[in-house]
């Protein structure tokens, strides 16, 4: 059974590969009950198992399998190293960087062989290149390359090294010196047929020429996406079309556009169906298990199945509706004129977002789903627990939603800003708004309409969470060719520098998609100052 699975893997029916290890397990596990144990082969199995899910982007649940494998290995061995290298994939994927670096270097230090060791340090380079520490990764690249060059003589094992090693020369400022190594890297993967590791060096190379030839920049983006479309590598091509997209280069940027969204949402449901479906091979298995227990026992195990089953739909509604908002948003900034900056303004609102998401939500719908797997939903104060936990869930996606609704541009738009500024005063602060119907907005577009309502919506939030203020002015003018607001706090203020870090720079970018002016002026304890001209 074991070996009938090593063969699907091979051939990616991963499906009934992972079906078949998990019988194997099984199988296995009974022979260790019986006496003859044969904790080895459960541990290869369950690494085999979260490696078909990692393949598949169930990183959260690949953690859980080879996690889960610990208990049946050696510990120093060759099978713990594979073990954090696996938690080390897992973390980076998930953007724990300093978790995955730590994984990796505890897998290098459970290989015996000094080369071995070299293979997780490596995986640490890319993370060192993401979190813009180039220096370390020049440091920890030469010295892996030089230890492999007086082992190896093949190349090909030391080119994604070398790519990776220019790359990061490039990013920190020497061009030259890094895009002969990338180039170098190039030439040795396609000399060696190494079709998927030229995708990386056509991506590294179409990035350093996006500031210096965006038509080379724009070729090597399509020769990633070629190569990575030809061994039906979904990520890659999204990164491609990334760069090309940021390129803005070619009359088929917005095709490029929709493609990119339609690819992104398709490998999305892929991989929640892969999802589902280990869940399901493993439910299955167990169920065949337990096929001789008691009757009451079963009944008991159907019941609590329906009601997870029920749970977990919720809380794929919810993660729908960030969806939906998300496009929403999307759709809403790609009917600007300027397509350029109002492409990368829509861009910015949704990684606002999706990182809002990210840090207020996505760990507690994990843990959500973690408590109905784990706790007795027959019990009533259990039952009430998850519904309180998901109606929390749910009143902070109302929260997100009312942050980014429609704006009314109407005859109610005064109304509907004096409403919005309403919602920040509070019995310790004081929101002045003068002037404001002294503009005829009815000769104003619903587009600079929305900027503005958007704009001073960042503010306030702004003004919220890092100035303690407690007068706040708003005041309108009405000039002959713009319309002027200015802002003004008694807060705190802050550097000027800081500026990028307190999330001021998402207003500009919505500023200049209207061809409008902003400034700030601030300092520590002086308060903020914010000038706003936006032509009529």
């Not at 494998?69 to 980076?92: C, M």
């Not at 998901?390 to 996606?397: C, H, T």
């Amino acid at each position: 059974m074991r070996n009938k699975a090593i063969e699907n893997d091979d051939k990616q029916n991963f499906n009934i590969a992972f079906d078949q290890f998990y019988k194997s397990k099984q199988l296995y596990e009974t022979l260790k009950e019986s006496g003859k144990k044969d904790s080895a082969n459960i541990g290869y199995i369950l690494i085999m198992m979260a490696t078909i899910q990692q393949v598949n982007g169930d990183y959260y649940g690949s953690k859980e399998t080879v996690t889960e494998a610990l208990s049946y290995v050696k510990k120093n061995s060759v099978y713990t190293a594979e073990i954090n290298n696996r938690l080390g994939i897992a973390d980076k994927e998930l953007s724990l960087y300093n978790d995955a670096i730590h994984y990796y270097k505890e897998a290098a230090k459970d290989y015996s062989d000094p080369i071995e060791k070299l293979g997780p340090l490596s995986n640490i380079a890319p993370i060192y290149i993401q979190q813009k520490k180039y220096d370390k990764a020049i440091i920890l690249l030469e010295s892996i390359l030089r230890k492999k060059s007086l082992s190896t003589k093949s190349p090909i094992k030391n080119s994604s090294n070398i790519d990776n090693l220019g790359y990061a020369y490039f990013k920190n400022g020497a061009d030259e010196k890094g895009f002969q190594l990338m180039n170098e890297a190039l030439r040795i993967r396609n000399e060696a047929k190494d079709t998927y590791g030229s995708i990386e060096s056509y991506l590294h190379l179409a990035d350093y020429y996006a500031k210096k030839d965006l038509q080379k920049s724009d070729e090597n983006a399509l020769n990633a996406y070629k190569a990575a479309t030809k061994l039906n590598s979904v990520d890659e091509r999204l990164e491609a079309f990334q760069i090309l997209i940021s390129n803005d280069h070619s009359p088929k940027t917005n095709q490029y556009v929709q493609r990119y969204f339609k690819l992104n949402d398709s490998i999305i449901k892929v991989r929640n169906n892969f999802k589902n479906k280990f869940a399901k091979i493993k439910y299955d298995a167990k169920v065949e298990k337990d096929e001789n227990a008691k009757l009451r026992l079963e009944k008991a195990q159907n019941q609590l199945s329906l009601q997870k089953a029920k749970y977990l739909r919720i809380v794929f509604a919810i993660a729908f509706v960030f969806l939906a908002i998300l496009i929403v948003i999307v759709v809403r900034y790609y009917k600007n004129k300027n397509k350029a900056i109002e492409f990368k303004t829509s861009y910015m609102t949704e990684a606002r977002i999706a990182k809002k998401i990210h840090d207020e939500l996505a760990n507690d719908v994990y843990n959500v789903i973690a408590f109905a797997e784990s706790q007795p939903l027959s019990k009533e104060n259990t039952r009430e627990n998850l519904l309180q936990k998901l109606d929390d869930i749910y009143g902070r996606v109302r929260g997100i939603s009312r942050e980014n609704n429609k704006i009314e541009t109407g005859a109610d738009f005064t109304y509907s800003i004096k409403e919005m500024l309403s919602t920040y005063k509070t019995n310790e602060r004081n929101i002045i708004v003068t002037n404001l119907e002294s503009i005829n907005w009815e000769t104003i577009n619903d587009t600079k309409k929305i900027t503005i309502s958007r704009i001073l919506q960042e503010l306030m939030v702004n003004m919220r969470k890092h100035s303690n203020a407690s007068i706040v002015g708003i005041k309108f003018e009405n000039n002959e060719k713009s319309i002027a607001i200015n802002y003004t706090d008694n807060g705190k203020g802050f550097e000027k520098a800081s500026i990028a870090k307190n999330g001021l720079q998402n207003m500009e970018q919505r500023i200049q998609a209207v061809k409008g002016t902003i400034t700030f002026d601030t300092a520590p304890d002086k308060g903020f100052k914010a000038k706003l001209s936006i032509p009529k």
